[in-house]
Structures are given as structure tokens and as C-alpha cells.
């Protein structure tokens, strides 16, 4: 039997492009994967570049049950990691992570069955989100200590919808990149599949483009006064 010699790869190890941001990171927890998907997939929506988007969100991962069991929910249940970046050189970036977490919390994880929400950055300063979506339950809604930790509690239709006072915010890095070159489009999107498959297995990572792939890579500038970005 002949096997032919498949030719290597060449990596040519030259630069990352990357820059700082400022992101914040939260727990999701829902009663199933079901529905802990569902708030996921449409609380990370619509954030694969900060070009047009109000940030940049993805999964980092599931952990609890189903997931990694090293990491304990509060309430015990199913639960997934996100986080939320905006570049730090905006000057408003404060105001632009906590809008952005406003938004897609309230309007995403509280709308979304079954669902809880945690902040997992104990930092200072902090945002007082917790209180700004509290408002929602109109009244109604009050504060608790639940799973030993300080809470808003919103009434809902199938009962309460939990979620921690504060939201802390860090330091972080948007960007880092790979470039494949193939004989075709498939090998080389096959070579970036495998790449995304690896990368979403690395604690603390996003992949916030579709598929992990970002298929129209941007660079800066543009002849057109109106576009601060441009594909070729």
C-alpha cells in the first residue's frame, strides 16, 4: 500500500493585530440547555465587531452541570459564561459596556425562560445594574440575599427573575488573529474551522464572529468618508 505524503502547513509567525478593551463578564443560568441557549444565543446577537456593533459579545463557556463541573452555579443550575467588550481608547466606555450590558440583559436574559443572571467580575468601581433593571418590575421588584449573594428579585410571568446588584468591568484585549491561505475556499475554511473548534476551548476566550470566522476581515479606513473600516 502507498500513502502518499500529505504536504505541512507553513506557519509564517508574524503578528497578531489586537487592541485594549474594557469587558465585562456575567453568569447565565437557565433550567436546561434549552433555554440557557436560547438567552446565550440572543444576548451575544448582533456584537461580532465594534465597527457597527455596540460591542463585542460571545460565549466563553458552559460550566455547572453539562458543562465544566469545576465551576459551581449559585442556584446549581446549567449555566454559560459571556462577556462583553468595547475598545478602551472610546472615552465614553463606561458608559458604553454598562448600555450594553443594560440592554442585552434586560432585553435578552430577563425575556429568555427559566433564566438567572450573575456578574462574575468583583470589581471597584462597579455598575449598579442590578437596580437599573430592576426598575422593569414596575414596584414590585425588591431586594434579597439568594444562594448567599445580593440581589435584585423581578417578578415575571413564570415567577422571578433573579440577578446580582453589581456588574464589575476589567481590563481585556479585543482582536488576535489568524490568517489562512489554501489551494481553495473550503481548505481554507476547513483550516479555520478547526482553529475555532480549538479556540473555544480555551478558558476566558470569545469568538465573537460567525462560526468563530470572520470571512470579511477589515482593515482600517476606507476612501469613503462616512466608513471607518473597509474590506479590501
Same mark, same amino acid.
Given at each position: 500500500? /502507498?500513502?502518499?505524503?500529505?504536504? %505541512?502547513?507553513?506557519?509564517?509567525?508574524?503578528?497578531?493585530?489586537?487592541?485594549?478593551?474594557? $469587558?465585562?463578564?456575567?453568569?447565565? /443560568?437557565?433550567?436546561?440547555?434549552?433555554?440557557?441557549?436560547?438567552?446565550?444565543?440572543?444576548? *451575544?446577537?448582533?456584537?461580532? &465587531? *465594534?465597527?457597527?456593533?455596540?460591542?463585542?459579545?460571545?460565549?466563553?463557556?458552559?460550566?455547572?452541570?453539562?458543562?465544566?463541573?469545576?465551576?459551581? *452555579?449559585?442556584?446549581?443550575?446549567?449555566?454559560?459564561?459571556?462577556?462583553?467588550?468595547?475598545?478602551?481608547? %472610546?472615552?465614553?466606555?463606561?458608559?458604553?459596556?454598562?448600555?450594553?450590558?443594560?440592554?442585552?440583559? +434586560?432585553?435578552?436574559?430577563?425575556?429568555?425562560? *427559566?433564566?438567572?443572571?450573575?456578574?462574575?467580575?468583583?470589581?471597584?468601581? $462597579?455598575?449598579?445594574?442590578?437596580?437599573?433593571?430592576?426598575?422593569?418590575?414596575?414596584?414590585?421588584?425588591?431586594?434579597?440575599?439568594?444562594?448567599?449573594?445580593?440581589?435584585?428579585?423581578?417578578?415575571?410571568?413564570?415567577?422571578?427573575?433573579?440577578?446580582?446588584?453589581?456588574?464589575?468591568?476589567?481590563?481585556?484585549?479585543?482582536?488576535?488573529?489568524?490568517?489562512?491561505?489554501? %489551494?481553495?475556499?473550503? #481548505?481554507?475554511?476547513?483550516?479555520?474551522? %478547526?482553529?475555532?473548534?480549538?479556540? #473555544?476551548?480555551?478558558?476566558?476566550?470569545?469568538?465573537?464572529?460567525?462560526?468563530?470566522?470572520?470571512?470579511?476581515?477589515?482593515?482600517?479606513? +476606507?476612501? $469613503?468618508?462616512? &466608513?471607518?473600516?473597509? /474590506?479590501?
Amino acid at each position: 500500500m /502507498t500513502v502518499s505524503a500529505q504536504p %505541512r502547513a507553513h506557519v509564517d509567525d508574524t503578528y497578531a493585530e489586537a487592541f485594549r478593551s474594557i $469587558y465585562a463578564e456575567f453568569l447565565i /443560568t437557565a433550567r436546561d440547555r434549552r433555554w440557557l441557549d436560547h438567552a446565550v444565543a440572543s444576548c *451575544t446577537g448582533n456584537a461580532s &465587531s *465594534t465597527i457597527l456593533c455596540d460591542c463585542e459579545a460571545g460565549l466563553d463557556r458552559y460550566v455547572g452541570p453539562g458543562g465544566d463541573e469545576s465551576f459551581a *452555579t449559585p442556584d446549581g443550575r446549567p449555566g454559560a459564561i459571556v462577556q462583553l467588550h468595547v475598545p478602551r481608547f %472610546r472615552k465614553d466606555r463606561v458608559e458604553a459596556i454598562e448600555r450594553s450590558l443594560l440592554v442585552r440583559i +434586560s432585553q435578552n436574559v430577563l425575556t429568555c425562560a *427559566t433564566t438567572a443572571c450573575f456578574n462574575l467580575l468583583d470589581t471597584d468601581p $462597579y455598575l449598579k445594574l442590578g437596580r437599573k433593571i430592576a426598575f422593569f418590575g414596575d414596584g414590585w421588584q425588591f431586594r434579597d440575599t439568594r444562594f448567599g449573594r445580593p440581589v435584585w428579585v423581578i417578578p415575571i410571568l413564570g415567577g422571578e427573575f433573579c440577578l446580582d446588584r453589581r456588574f464589575g468591568f476589567k481590563d481585556g484585549l479585543m482582536g488576535g488573529n489568524l490568517w489562512f491561505m489554501g %489551494r481553495d475556499v473550503d #481548505a481554507a475554511l476547513l483550516a479555520a474551522e %478547526r482553529a475555532a473548534e480549538a479556540a #473555544a476551548q480555551v478558558p476566558g476566550v470569545i469568538l465573537p464572529f460567525p462560526g468563530g470566522v470572520a470571512a470579511s476581515g477589515s482593515k482600517a479606513g +476606507s476612501r $469613503y468618508e462616512f &466608513s471607518i473600516a473597509s /474590506t479590501y
